[in-house]
């Protein structure tokens, strides 16, 4: 109640501002009415380690968010959030790891003002902790924010995946990232690329770090289908390039040919898909609850995507971690994990028409060949077991706040 109180005063003023000022002015005094408010709030927010996140709704990006603070957690972390999430599924855990502020009421992206004014809160709290990190993700305020941090402040940003535009905003501020992070091989390739184009200075590169997702992986591996029946799953978002019409589309298909397949879709996805073709798909909406997720990935025996562009989804590896077999496009870093009829299917990137061919056709083996789906199945799981465990995740992001002797481990941050 306090909080939403503090949030209509602030709105309130900027108001009054906007009304009588020119923009130049207004920004300034913008951003000066950040720093008294961020004097106030510094007191209750003093950290060794501050994170710049959008949302705390479901997705994959925010549980990967969720297990880098847990990891971090002895340092006593403050999480901003900065867009309006869509629901606050995932806010309590956030609040189990870390001290949290959000924003997002504000939608600040609609106004320069609102930027300004909280770019002069969070400078003023961060600056006032002395030596610290601040950690952005997918969050252009993080970005605008770097050039008002001291330069003792160790600033590092994670990217999920190459050209969604982020990595364009962040090329502004590369000299000033201390280390980033990608989550696959491919978009360390891609950033040493935009660097040469753009030319960046090549050391630039030594910053770039490697650091693959985890998941969480159940005991045993899944339980066998004995139905006729093969379970496909849907996980995700309805945006653009997930390109969830196809689905529908593939759904009919197999309808038509009488494929023994049910479709099943996770997400605020049924406005993605074809009118025509939503009878063939059972839809079931957002699903907040972890264990409910595990049970529907236990229930199922294909995940499916076409996307046309991916980082490495978080999906694939709970599908993998669950012995799950993956049909998906062949884009992102899918395949430094999925090999080809051996622990997942890849599918070209070509045309609509003809990834709807080569997915039913994949469907289709699957449908006819119990042995080959199982031992597809017992692979990617295994896959997973090797790769995808969270104690390598949570070594490799203390390595890398700590590994240079920034942080001490027991003792906190280092002077």
Same mark, same amino acid.
């Given at each position: 109640m306090a909080?939403?109180?503090?949030?209509r005063h602030i709105k309130s003023v900027l108001r009054e501002l906007i009304q009588h000022m020119e923009i130049p002015l207004i920004l300034t005094i913008s951003l000066l009415t950040g720093r008294i408010l961020g004097l106030f709030l510094t007191p209750f927010f003093r950290s060794q380690f501050f994170f710049l996140f959008p949302t705390h709704h479901i997705g994959g990006a925010e549980k990967v968010h969720i297990k880098i603070v847990h990891c971090l957690r002895k340092c006593n972390p403050v999480v901003f959030f900065t867009n309006r999430s869509r629901n606050p599924a995932l806010k309590k855990e956030f609040m189990q790891n870390a001290r949290t502020l959000d924003f997002g009421h504000f939608n600040y992206f609609d106004n320069l003002v609102y930027v300004d004014f909280w770019i002069g809160v969070l400078c003023t709290i961060i600056n006032n902790n002395k030596t610290c990190v601040v950690f952005g993700?997918?969050? /252009?305020?993080?970005?605008?924010l770097i050039p008002h941090l001291k330069p003792q402040i160790c600033c590092i940003d994670l990217l999920h995946a190459f050209g969604g535009g982020i990595e364009d905003v962040s090329l502004l501020y590369v000299n000033r990232l201390n280390k980033r992070v990608v989550i696959n091989k491919r978009t360390v390739n891609d950033l040493r690329d935009q660097y040469q184009l753009n030319n960046i200075a090549e050391k630039m590169n030594e910053r770039i770090f490697l650091i693959e997702n985890c998941v969480r992986i159940p005991e045993g591996a899944r339980r066998d289908n004995d139905e006729s029946i093969l379970r496909v799953l849907y996980v995700g978002r309805g945006?653009?390039?997930?390109? /969830?019409?196809l689905i529908g589309k593939i759904s009919h298909r197999c309808y038509l040919s009488n494929l023994p397949v049910e479709f099943i879709l996770v997400g605020?996805?049924?406005?993605?898909?074809?009118?025509?073709h939503r009878k063939y798909c059972n839809f079931l909406g957002e699903v907040e609850n972890e264990e409910q997720i595990s049970e529907i990935y236990s229930n199922s025996d294909i995940l499916l995507l076409v996307s046309s562009r991916?980082?490495?989804p978080l999906v694939i590896m709970e599908a993998m971690a669950h012995g799950i077999?993956?049909?998906s496009t062949n884009v992102g870093g899918i395949s430094e994990h999925i090999c080809n009829g051996h622990n997942g299917f890849l599918i070209k990137n070509e045309s609509e028409a003809l990834i709807i061919k080569n997915v039913f056709e994949v469907l289709s083996k699957l449908a006819s060949n119990k042995p080959l789906m199982d031992n597809i199945s017992h692979e990617a799981y295994e896959y997973a077991k090797t790769n995808f465990n969270c104690k390598r995740f949570c070594s490799e992001y203390k390595n890398l706040v700590w590994g240079d002797n920034y942080f001490n481990f027991e003792n906190g941050l280092k002077k």
């Open positions: 909080e939403n109180i503090l949030y993700c997918n969050n /252009v305020l993080f970005y605008r945006s653009e390039e997930k390109r /969830v019409h605020d996805v049924k406005d993605s898909v074809d009118e025509q991916e980082g490495f077999v993956t049909i």
